[in-house]
């Protein structure tokens, strides 16, 4: 005869349920709700006006956020649903249920101060012996933005797509002028269908004159660099660089140029896996060891090599008692002599790949002797490329391929955040600022001593 457990839905308590009592001591949710207790909101609350009926408190809305992207609920109505589905949202809730507009809300009105709080959980690592900013690493992934590419308009087509609606109105109008001889196709109303074309007509232009904005501001940079470039070597060699001058932008407009109806930020971008998509390039400054997150960012250009500078004024600015970091390690994407000058002139030693290194390197390589050392006049390139050659050197950037990318891997992989959910870079920016965020709490719950 089978011996089972009773099952009884009807049973009540005896004493009010606590909600604490069901979720386990040492538990993601409790270490989140702990975090931001500690964090310093006095922001965020003055921006509630005090009046009308009690808002929710904004240390309870950005718990459930932050537990949501550390959990792979990223959507509004999901972050919803599970103050009432599961117990770590009920907790972090304190047992409210703020509707999926109000969450929503709340994200997109305060994703600018996401990043104070960022640098906050920075120190409260530091404070609890997890953060040491020594050696970091420096990677970038594609992600994909809250746009399909086949919404994307190209300049060529735009062309085409215009000739094609003024020959239309063209026809419409004939049409109009002999509408008592002429038969019109039932249902069909002239001025409705001009208006349409009137109206596709002027989105099209507004498209084009953004291509066009877009394109002139990029070359104009380009142009702005070259130019920089050139005047930075000679003042180096005290010669005049050889060569024809770079010559000012032509102003034209190729007919690939294109712009994405959905999210005008986003860019078209190669994808692992092959082919390409709308997405944004997500940068992240990782530490070794902990794999913290210690400065991010986000780009609209699909090559990293420009975003090495940005990312070492972001580690000039993190408060001084995070400490400084003392080597840097990224591979040959972001290589350049300029990118190098600059660590140099940051105080960071660059270990930065020459190129793309075998899988399967000859023993023979990996103990091969140290080269003989750089003279004193070396240039920072050639005393980076010693450095990458000597035994430490090549130890120290082995340690590039398991900082970044394993926090890109679980983020996409564990954490579900493939995708991002809000349209626009500043949006964008700040969503990736929440990611971080949420990646670190997370990390640094895992790195608690048991």
């Known amino acids: 005869m089978s011996n089972f457990r009773p099952i009884n839905r009807d049973t009540g308590f005896l004493l009010p349920p606590s909600v604490d009592e069901w979720l386990p001591q040492r538990h993601l949710a409790r270490f989140v709700v702990e975090v931001i207790d500690g964090l310093d909101l006095s922001e965020l609350e003055k921006a509630y006006r005090g009046s009308g009926s009690a808002s929710y408190h904004p240390a309870m809305l950005l718990g459930l956020l932050v537990y949501g992207y550390a959990t792979k609920v990223f959507s509004s109505r999901a972050l919803e649903r599970g103050t009432y589905d599961s117990v770590a949202f009920r907790y972090i809730a304190g047992n409210e249920h703020p509707d999926h507009d109000t969450i929503a809300a709340f994200r997109k ?5 996401i990043e104070a709080l960022f640098l906050e959980v920075l120190k409260l690592a530091r404070t609890m012996g997890m953060l040491k900013l020594g050696t970091v690493a420096l990677d970038g992934t594609k992600v994909h933005a809250n746009a399909s590419r086949h919404s994307a308009l190209s300049y060529g087509h735009a062309k085409k797509l215009e000739k094609q609606l ?15 001889e002429a038969d019109v196709p039932d249902g069909m109303s002239i001025p409705e269908e001009l208006e349409r074309r009137e109206q596709r007509l002027a989105a099209i232009a507004e498209a084009k004159a953004k291509i066009e904005a877009r394109v002139h501001e990029r070359e104009q940079a380009a142009y702005a660099e070259k130019l920089a470039a050139r005047e930075e070597r000679e003042k180096r060699t005290g010669k005049k660089p050889g060569g024809r001058p770079p010559q000012p932008p032509s102003g034209g407009v190729e007919a690939q140029e294109q712009i994405n109806l959905t999210d005008e930020d986003s860019r078209i971008m190669p994808v692992p896996g092959g082919g390409f998509d709308q997405s944004y390039n997500a940068q992240a400054v990782v530490a070794a060891g902990s794999l913290l997150i210690v400065a991010q960012g986000v780009t609209q250009a699909a090559n990293d090599k420009r975003q090495l500078v940005p990312m070492l004024q972001k580690l000039k600015a993190l408060p001084r008692q995070l400490g400084r970091p003392r080597q840097l390690l990224a591979d040959s994407g ?12 940051a105080k960071i030693e660059p270990l930065i790949a020459l190129g ?7 023993w023979r390589q990996r103990f091969r002797a140290a080269p003989k050392s750089p003279p004193a006049c070396a240039t920072s390139m050639q005393k980076m490329v010693h450095r990458l050659k000597t035994p430490a050197g090549r130890k120290l950037y082995a340690l590039r391929k398991q900082t970044p990318e394993p926090v890109f891997g679980i983020i996409k992989s564990a954490l579900g955040f493939r995708q991002f959910s809000l349209r626009g870079l500043e949006n964008v920016k700040g969503e990736w600022n929440l990611v971080s965020l949420s990646w670190n709490i997370k990390r640094m719950f895992a790195l608690q001593p048991i």
Do not use: I, K, M, T
């Open 334 to 345: 972001y290589l350049s002599e300029a990118n190098v000058e600059h660590c140099a002139a």
């Open 109 to 113: 009105r305060f994703l600018g101060h």
């Open 166 to 180: 003024r020959r239309e109105v063209q026809q419409l109008l004939r049409l109009a002028e002999r509408a008592d």
């Open 356 to 362: 793309r290194e075998p899988h399967h390197a000859r």
